[in-house]
């Protein structure tokens, strides 16, 4: 199976994130002074895109060391906190800008293993993007037949948006966030077409620190 790539482009005909290698050509080819690299780690696609070209190498550098170091803080630090359901799902999202790059995970609490992680999109927000996470873990979860395992948010508004059926977003639609669109249509539809048995439950950030699905970008 071939190791999944992205593709930065900086400069070219529309500059953005590109997980195929022929959409990436298409920006780039015959473009004057076009700016691409391919990156084997999402995350370091994304934070890359938003910075210089030449800071790739030390963006990859600096994101293995912190996620390094984020793990062993998060493994020692959770076991501290008996309030805290070790078997439950946390989920997050996270956007560059406002509209600007979408993605959203949900991990296992217990382990740090990340169940789901989807994005980035282009055009997105960042209550968007924590709502979907929210919809796509009682949908992974009903898949699964499991109607007991909690999910942790740390976002009112999401949580708010599950309980109301539906997202309230005034996203504006662009040519470029079509996919969000179609995956918020979906989730709308999923919660209004389904019972809610897991329990979502709120990450009490200021007690226990930053959700264990966060991105780590604040």
């Not at 780690?41 to 030390?58: C, E, H, M, V, Y």
């Not at 918020?184 to 200021?206: G, K």
């Amino acid at each position: 199976m071939a190791k999944r790539k992205f593709y930065v482009v900086w400069a070219g005909r529309e500059p953005g994130i590109y997980e195929d290698w022929d959409d990436c050509l298409a920006q780039v080819d015959g473009f004057p002074g076009a700016k691409y690299k391919a990156f084997s780690d999402q995350t370091a696609a994304t934070i890359a895109f938003r910075g210089d070209p030449q800071d790739a190498a030390a963006i990859i550098e600096e994101i293995a060391r912190h996620n390094a170091d984020v793990a062993r803080e998060r493994s020692v630090s959770l076991v501290d906190i008996p309030e805290i359901n070790k078997d439950a799902i946390a989920v997050d999202g996270a956007c560059a800008g406002n509209p600007g790059l979408m993605e959203y995970r949900g991990v296992k609490i217990a382990t740090g293993e990340c169940l789901f992680h989807v994005g980035p999109f282009q055009d997105g927000t960042n209550n968007v993007a924590e709502y979907l996470a929210l919809v796509h873990a009682l949908a992974y979860l009903y898949q699964k037949g499991d109607r007991v395992t909690p999910i942790y948010s740390d976002s009112r508004t999401a949580r708010s948006w599950i309980r109301n059926k539906g997202q309230r977003s005034k996203l504006e639609h662009t040519s470029r966030n079509a996919p969000i669109f179609d995956l918020i249509r979906r989730a709308d539809t999923w919660i209004q077409t389904h019972t809610i048995e897991n329990p979502i439950l709120r990450w009490d950030t200021d007690r226990w620190g930053e959700i264990p699905a966060d991105f780590g970008r604040k």
